[in-house]
């Protein structure tokens, strides 16, 4: 068998772990972002003058891409994905101040729009979250992307990837206690973290083929 040989099997081995684990298993999907505050209200002074517009929002939000639809009306151009565990939710800082889903009262929605509407739409939103450490609370995280091209998503299916920015028109982040302050922010960043067990394999690649170059 030649070298040549061994690194293909190799390569198809470790590929081929990495395709099937996911499958065999739930399948926990976390998204990092990056955005930027374009909007602020806070006539009360609750959150302390310490977040300004262009100030930099970062954090990172997981669902569980394995989650029924569980839409009421049966709309099939909307798929509604709600989790009541963690650790699916939001976590966001910016100015100091920690925005966050509870993890003990997680109630949090991945919404899909395919052609609804006149526009495909990606919703995520947390609506119980835990209070900033001056004790202000937090009454929606949310984060909404829609394309009035409607040729975003093809379903309403539950995306395991990370939205690709530029196909969306709106882009708005929004964390707010209603009447009391509101932060619109657009997402200039987002990718999807690996999970541990796709970090392992892709390492074990790695290792194998570096062997096999030194055979």
Known sequence: MTKKTILSLVVILVCGMAFFAPMAQAELITINITATVNYLEDFGNYLEGKIHVGDTITGSYTYESTTPDTNPFDDPTVGDYWHYAQPAGISLTVGGFDFKTDPTNVNFLASIGNNHSGRDVYLMRSYNNL??????????????????????FSSD????????????????LRIDRVGDYLIDAQ???????????????????????KNVKHF
Not at 158 to 172: D, H
Not at 188 to 206: R, S
């Open 157 to 172: 299916v539950l995306p395991a990837t990370a939205p690709i920015l530029s196909q969306w028109q709106f882009n708005n």
């Open 131 to 152: 209070s900033l450490s001056n004790g202000t609370g937090v009454d929606y995280i949310s984060w909404q992307l829609d394309d009035h091209t409607q040729t975003a």
């Open 187 to 209: 997402v200039t960043n987002a990718i999807v973290i690996p999970e541990p067990t796709t970090l392992l394999l892709l390492l074990l690649g790695a290792v194998a083929i």
